[in-house]
């Protein structure tokens, strides 16, 4: 059960107004401060970090997307705007606050939102109905996870990806990249300085699999 109660708000779509705004920052800081480890910043990302990211992605193509650690929905609501129709969006949070908002705020049936660690990203996709993601998001901080335990998330990020699949992860630190580059043959990496911090952007792709001899 998740430990805050909260009323259905029915927004299955559009950009959040003033209000709005407001309520998820509020949110957003109250979680901050109690587990200041798991969010990597005191505000969420702003509209052009969003676009940035998701600009990367072939949206016509993907069918399941999966974000981790959604938060109070900054890109969510984002990736719902440009999702196909028919496309699910999987958001794996472990703080039960953030996926309690989360079941509130939306009401799209693409968006599926389960409690739960990344590192155990494959069975929630086995779970969701898919064999592997298109694309995998995250603002995880992986700076202040334990070593094996980031190492661990991208491991099996990689192999929940199909085959010329991307992992997107935005960062305030470079931190990530020690753990994307014995798994991934293209990384590719960038800086958004319209953000609070500045942060970092990575791309990390899944080789496509190898012809198979006629």
């Given amino acids: 059960m998740a430990s805050i109660p909260l ?22 800081f109250r979680q901050f401060v109690k587990h200041p480890g798991m969010i990597g910043s005191i505000i969420p990302s702003s509209a052009t970090l969003v676009d940035r990211m998701l600009d990367q992605v072939d949206w016509h193509n993907t069918r399941l997307f999966v974000e981790y650690g959604p938060g109070v929905g900054t890109f969510t609501q984002a990736i719902l705007d440009r999702l196909h129709p028919d496309a699910t969006l999987l958001a794996i949070d472990l703080n039960l606050d953030f996926v309690a908002y989360l079941e509130a705020q939306f009401d799209d049936p693409r968006l599926k939102v ?14 969701a109905g ?12 992986f700076s202040t996870l334990p070593d094996t335990v980031g190492a661990s998330i991208c491991a099996e990020t990689r192999t929940a990806l199909r085959p010329g699949g991307a992992f997107l992860v935005y960062q305030y630190s470079r931190y990530v990249r020690r753990l ?16 609070i911090p500045p942060c970092w952007m990575f791309c990390a ?7 198979q001899a006629a």
């Fill in 205 to 211: 792709m899944r080789e496509e699999a190898l012809a």
């Fill in 7 to 28: 009323k259905k708000k029915n927004i299955p779509g559009g950009k959040p107004g003033a209000g709005r705004f407001l309520q998820q920052w509020g949110m957003f």
């Fill in 180 to 195: 994307l580059d014995p798994l991934f043959a293209h990384v590719r990496e960038g800086r958004e300085w319209r953000n």
């Fill in 130 to 141: 898919h064999v592997q993601a298109d694309y995998i998001l995250s603002g995880i901080p």
């Fill in 114 to 127: 389960v409690h739960g660690s990344a590192a155990d990203v494959r069975r929630f996709i086995r779970q």
